[in-house]
């Protein structure tokens, strides 16, 4: 990567003010300082964007910085020309006609950045938390969201033709792509139509994500085509699923997507998810490819989100502290397609039913026998939505009414899919311990709750009977015919 020679003089000048040479990207260079980082954008045409004309590069850097600012205010400082002062030299600011325009903004340490760090679940569960409120704050669109998405793949096939990927390959993917996208488009243009598509970042994967004031900040988000960043939501969060699961493992994407619907209640969106995580595996794919790294994995990955894998419904029910979450979260990466099952939780659809995070402990009326009813007839409606695209859920939740446990397994037969149910049981004094030791939950359940709720007869229990213990991982997958190996 080259900065162009019309460049050349405030490239110089910017190194200087920064004391070491620039990080460069095809469309950017940023002169990273102590105190101040400077980006400028290239004067490159690369056919999807064209910054050669300074007013451009002004109006581009305008935008960025209205898009990302809102997000990043701590990161994002200003917008400023580089003029020439009365010796002819450059400066910054100035009243003489511009040079060149660059963003100022605050320097991030390389390890800050999210490609370069071990994601624990707290981390994993606050990213999705901020994708999910900029996702809340993004504009609504009017947009044909299939024929838009269907550009989007088009427009994928040459540019990998381009940077010399298989054309057998690519031209096999586009095929089963194109088959995808006939088959979901009706549930993309109800989503369009139900006010899914937004003005998003259009570039979310983890190197646009840093840590900042110990927080996950979501910055440079894409700003040089409104219709590329003008999509569903899901189409959004799919990029940094599908980095997560090439980078960290379907454990990682899959607790990103659950916390992500969890907070916004969207498991619609998973109706979108194989085609949305194969276009952007293909983008990655020949961008890499083009830059002249290593593009296999990402090819491979882009053909496996279209494969076929069968829906099936699986429910964990039993006493508060029995580890029901627990199970659920190791249980669901393995289940179906990537990145695994959507886990169904009453305790998160209560929060969430009342505006608050799931860690927020709510008051007791909010437990009340009308509040309850909903909640389970909403996970049980997220199921149906789930089980109807093609994806496997899990269903989280105490099931100690039989027509709880009975309206679950009814999901599974009106959709002619598989269920299993796990009953999860244990001592009475080890659950007390449990719920006595629990921080950061979602559940509310105290010591109180657990022995009025073990008093409770269940009736019959025809689900598999598995003790919660250290082993109830395995015994669950065996009992439910996964591969033990698979699960997390």
């Known amino acids: 990567?080259?900065?162009?020679?019309?460049?050349?003089?405030?490239?110089?000048?910017?190194?200087?003010?920064?004391?070491?040479?620039?990080?460069?990207?095809?469309?950017?260079?940023?002169?990273?300082?102590?105190?101040?980082?400077?980006?400028?954008?290239?004067?490159?045409?690369?056919?999807?964007?064209?910054?050669?004309?300074?007013?451009?590069?002004?109006?581009?850097?305008?935008?960025?910085?209205?898009?990302?600012?809102?997000?990043?205010?701590?990161?994002?400082?200003?917008?400023?020309?580089?003029?020439?002062?009365?010796?002819?030299?450059?400066?910054?600011?100035?009243?003489?006609?511009?040079?060149?325009?660059?963003?100022?903004?605050?320097?991030?340490?390389?390890?800050?950045?999210?490609?370069?760090?071990?994601?624990?679940?707290?981390?994993?569960?606050?990213?999705?938390?901020?994708?999910?409120?900029?996702?809340?704050?993004?504009?609504?669109?009017?947009?044909?969201?299939p024929a838009s998405l269907g550009r989007i793949l088009d427009g994928n096939v040459p540019s990998a033709l381009r940077a010399g990927l298989d054309p057998t390959r690519v031209a096999a993917w586009a095929g089963a792509a194109r088959t995808e996208l006939a088959r979901i488009a009706p549930a993309l243009a109800a989503r369009g139509e139900a006010g899914f598509v937004r003005r998003g970042h259009g570039d979310l994967h983890l190197g646009n994500?840093?840590?900042?004031?110990?927080?996950?900040?979501?910055?440079?988000?894409?700003?040089?085509?409104?219709?590329?960043?003008?999509?569903?939501?899901?189409?959004?969060?799919?990029?940094?699923?599908?980095?997560?699961?090439?980078?960290?493992?379907?454990?990682?994407?899959?607790?990103?997507?659950?916390?992500?619907?969890?907070?916004?209640?969207?498991?619609?969106?998973?109706a979108g998810l194989p085609l949305w995580l194969s276009l952007r595996a293909m983008i990655r794919a020949h961008v890499e490819a083009a830059r002249g790294r290593d593009w296999a994995g990402l090819l491979a990955a882009a053909e496996a989100h279209l494969l076929p894998s069968p829906a099936r419904l699986v429910a964990i029910g039993g006493l508060q502290g029995t580890g029901k979450s627990t199970l659920a979260r190791a249980l669901a990466p393995a289940l179906g397609r990537c990145p695994g099952a959507l886990v169904l939780r009453t305790d998160e659809a209560r929060k969430r039913r009342f505006g608050l995070p799931p860690e927020r402990r709510l008051p007791p009326e909010a437990y009340g026998e009308e509040v309850s009813r909903a909640v389970h007839a909403e996970i049980l409606a997220m199921a149906r939505a789930a089980l109807a695209a093609g994806h496997c859920a899990v269903l989280d939740a105490v099931f100690l009414d039989p027509r709880h446990r009975a309206a679950a397994e009814g999901v599974a037969r009106e959709a002619g899919l598989r269920f299993d149910g796990i009953w999860l049981e244990a001592p009475v004094e080890l659950l007390r311990a449990r719920i006595a030791a629990r921080r950061d939950d979602a559940s509310d359940a105290d010591e109180a709750v657990?022995?009025?709720?073990?008093?409770?007869?269940?009736?019959?229990?025809?689900?598999?009977?598995?003790?919660?213990?250290?082993?109830?991982?395995?015994?669950?997958?065996?009992?439910?015919?996964?591969?033990?190996?698979?699960?997390?």
């Open 1 to 145: 990567m080259t900065i162009p020679p019309a460049q050349a003089e405030a490239a110089a000048f910017l190194a200087a003010r920064a004391g070491a040479p620039p990080v460069e990207t095809h469309i950017s260079a940023v002169f990273v300082g102590r105190e101040t980082a400077w980006k400028m954008k290239k004067a490159v045409a690369l056919g999807f964007l064209d910054f050669t004309r300074i007013e451009d590069r002004e109006r581009f850097c305008r935008r960025e910085f209205e898009i990302n600012r809102p997000h990043a205010p701590g990161i994002y400082r200003d917008l400023l020309p580089l003029t020439r002062g009365p010796d002819g030299r450059l400066r910054e600011g100035g009243d003489g006609p511009a040079v060149e325009w660059v963003l100022r903004m605050a320097p991030i340490p390389a390890g800050d950045f999210l490609d370069r760090v071990a994601p624990t679940p707290a981390l994993l569960d606050a990213v999705a938390d901020a994708v999910a409120a900029m996702h809340a704050a993004a504009p609504r669109a009017r947009v044909d969201a």
């Open 209 to 270: 994500i840093c840590l900042w004031d110990g927080r996950p900040t979501l910055f440079d988000a894409l700003e040089f085509d409104e219709a590329l960043a003008t999509i569903d939501v899901g189409y959004d969060l799919a990029f940094l699923l599908m980095d997560l699961d090439l980078r960290h493992g379907r454990a990682a994407a899959n607790r990103v997507l659950n916390r992500y619907v969890a907070r916004t209640g969207d498991a619609g969106l998973v």
């Open 450 to 488: 657990l022995m009025r709720a073990a008093t409770v007869d269940p009736g019959a229990i025809a689900w598999h009977r598995v003790a919660a213990e250290d082993g109830a991982a395995a015994a669950a997958t065996a009992a439910i015919g996964m591969d033990p190996g698979s699960v997390c």
